[in-house]
Every structure is written in C-alpha cells, then in structure tokens.
C-alpha cells in the first residue's frame, strides 16, 4: 500500500442527535481505487490476479459476439488490507471476476467470486487471457492501487423506519439539536443525511447499500434463508457534484465544482452509471451459499 486516502470527518455525529440511530452504524471500507501498477501480491481493482497457473480461467459460459469470452478481474482484496472482509476458514483473499456483457434478464455482468489462500497458490499465472471483447470499455476496469480506509455508515434514508424517516425529515428536530439545516445547506435535512451522513459513494466493502433505482429489497441466502450482508458494492464513479462532502483531502485539489475527471480511475460504468452491489451469505460465505448482487 503506497497510495492513502482520508474521508474529511462527518459536518456532525447524526447519532448524536438521533440516538436511535446508534445501533444502526455499520463499519464500511473505501477502497479508493487510483491509477497504479498493481502486481498478482497486490490489493487491486482491474489488476492481475494471484491465479493459479493449474486452474483453468474461466469463460463466460452464455454466448456473445466473437471468441468465448473470457471473465475479467474487477477486484483482488487481501484481508491483510481490507479486514472487513472476514473470509471464510483459512482464506485470505477474495477475487471478483466478471464477464463484460449485459446478461438478461436483468441485464447485468454476471460475478464470479473466489475466495483463496494466497500462500497456496505458489505458481502463479502469468499471462491470463485478454478480453477478447466488452458490452463498453465501462466494463473493462483499468488496473488500480487501492487506498483502503475504514469509516461508518448509517442506513440510506430508503432504508430506514418510517419512524426515523419522520424525525430526520423535521428541521424542528436537527434545530432542537443546535444542527442549523436550513440556511447553510440550503437542502431538506433529510437530503442532508442521505448527501453527507449516511451512505459514502464509490467503491466499498461492508456497510450500507446504496439504494435508489428501486426500494431497498432485503435479500435472503438461498441455501440457508440468511438474510445477506453487503459485500461489495461496485460504483460508476466516487463523486460527483452532490457528493463531494466524501472526496478525499488529497483529491480535493483535483474535484473543484464541475470537474469529476478525477471520480473514476478504473472507469468502470455499471449498467450506465448505477451501481453493482454484491451479498454474501454472513453465515457461510464461499461454501456452497451462493453469492447474490443487484444493480442499484
Ligand atoms: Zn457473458
Ligand atoms: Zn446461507
């Protein structure tokens, strides 16, 4: 790790002023994917993968356009730097591929997931197949460095009861709370939370999805009727001009109002600028409990 990055804190501690919110912060870590060279040993997004060379790469298996089409790296994550990860017995290092096609239904890339050991893989691949094609280039990530960062979440405001839902719509409530919401952000306070306080843009591990193409959906396991936790959530951009209280100091020289030529390093676009976002069973995850995603 070579590259950091650093959240500017909360504008205030939300569950400060709406208690019942305390129970409900989640831990989540940004990724914060940035332009590098990553190596199979590395964190990454769009880098190449800690493969073994006796394992064969996988194809998609649905026909498009052209040679078989072979999956893609969209994320290699070491828990050594992404702790969050808490993988399954021995593992250590999850690896997320894709195959850069819009399947139907839904219309999506469909995910594979590996979770491995990285000391058992002694012999590593050394030259996986190139695409040999892509819906867009969106779906072609570039190869990344990451700058894990640990913060806290609080639910999308879709998320939460329609109890809380009413407290933080009422300026009477932030007011009372010594919160000014009205002059100085010019927003509903209840856009405020959802804008500044509750859910980070961009690439993350764990805590709250983002929600907003549809009502959230709870998802269950298939195999055990778990409900399932974020795993990944896979952006089209980590900010853009209604985001920006998220940017990180050391990017924010480069995120001026109307400049997010900055927000997207692995110029990854996600069924046209919406998110991917990845469930796992909490219980098993990567033992025969399948991995679920959505596009939000
Ligand atoms: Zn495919
Ligand atoms: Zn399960």
Known sequence: MNVTRTTPPRPLDVAAVFPQLGPLARPAMRLHPRPG??????????????????????????????????????????????????PPGRADLLQVLWCPFEHPPEYKPPTKLFWRTAADVTDVLAAPPEPSGAEYDGYVPEPCVLAPEQITEYPDFLELSRELQQQLSDVSAWRAAGVVVDDSYAIAPQEFYGRELSVAPGWK??????????????????????????????????????GKGWVPYEDQARAAPGDDSASNPPGVQVSRGNHLQLYVCPKFPGTGHPHTDLIQ
């Open 37 to 86: 060279s990553p190596s199979p040993y590395d964190s990454s997004i769009g880098g190449p993968l800690l493969w073994p060379a006796h394992q064969p790469w996988l194809y998609c298996d649905m026909w498009h356009e052209g040679p078989a089409a072979p999956m893609l790296p969209v994320a290699q994550l070491y828990a050594r730097d992404v702790p969050l990860l808490r």
């Open 205 to 242: 591990v764990g805590g709250w999805p983002p929600w907003g193409l549809t009502d959230p959906v709870a998802r269950f396991c298939v195999a055990c009727g778990a409900a399932m936790s974020p795993l990944l959530t896979i952006p089209s951009y980590e900010w853009n001009d209604a």
